[in-house]
């Protein structure tokens, strides 16, 4: 009885320091520092001092962490495993914001872990790209953890975006609307580039990964601001 008392009571202690707005706000920072910097200099390094011709228009995001195309090719591999590890303790802070601003709406506050569960697996996904990189891809682990990644992300973006549009979220309905009608439009293309036009396929990842950047980090910088001390 004293050890599961102790353990319930570090785990809690744990899950509040983790949570706090200031490490969560910090690691934040962190993670967005570590992936523009290590992705631009890992794609800049691909293009430049590549050992093959690499472009976006025929080449996976993924490419950049293989040995055929990158003579630094871990570097995009720290660029995933840093940045899915540093953005785990705000994931987890965005189920307290959520469930904060619908405490007085159950059926909504029943719902609040959908965005949370989706960012845990986009995280996941991402932490599990740096390790198993395109040359480490044991039993296609690499496509297992991409596929958790995008997916994760983007499904986040139309959860919390659908949240910002129908609900009072107390965040601003330009988010909710970039957000919204560009995962619509992203899957549409997604869909067209992989059923039918299947030459698009590479163009659709870089402008999921792109959007999705451009998208979380605003959205983040937006939770930034309204410095909730939950």
């Known amino acids: 009885m004293i050890l599961k008392s102790s353990i319930r009571y570090y785990t809690l ?34 293009i430049i001092l590549g050992n093959n011709s690499f472009s ?39 189920l307290k914001f959520i469930k904060y601003q619908f405490k007085t709406n159950p059926r909504i506050k029943d719902k609040s872990h959908n965005p949370s569960l989706s960012f845990i697996i986009a995280n996941i996904g991402m932490i599990g790209i740096g390790i198993f990189s395109m040359d480490r891809n044991y039993l296609y682990l690499h496509f297992f953890f991409a596929t958790f990644a995008l997916v994760g992300y983007v499904f986040a973006a139309l ?3 659908i949240l910002i549009l129908f609900f009072k979220f ?35 990842e870089w402008l999921i990964v792109l959007f999705i950047s451009i998208w979380l980090y605003s959205f983040t910088i937006s939770i930034f601001f309204k410095k909730l001390y939950l």
């Open 56 to 94: 976006p228009l025929r080449n996976l995001v993924s490419d950049m962490g293989r040995k055929a195309y990158s003579p630094a090719p871990y570097i995009f591999d720290m660029t995933c495993f840093l940045s899915g590890l540093f953005s785990i303790p705000f994931t987890f802070y965005i």
């Open 159 to 161: 959860y919390i975006s």
């Open 170 to 204: 107390g965040l601003s309905r330009i988010i909710g609307i970039i957000g919204f009608f560009g995962v619509i439009i992203l899957l549409s293309f997604t869909f067209y580039a992989n059923v039918i036009f299947t030459s698009l396929r590479t163009i659709s």
């Open 13 to 46: 202690l744990l899950h509040k320091r983790i949570t706090n707005f200031k490490f969560a706000k910090i690691t934040m920072v962190i993670s967005i520092i570590f992936y523009i910097s290590l992705f631009l200099l890992s794609f800049l390094i691909t």
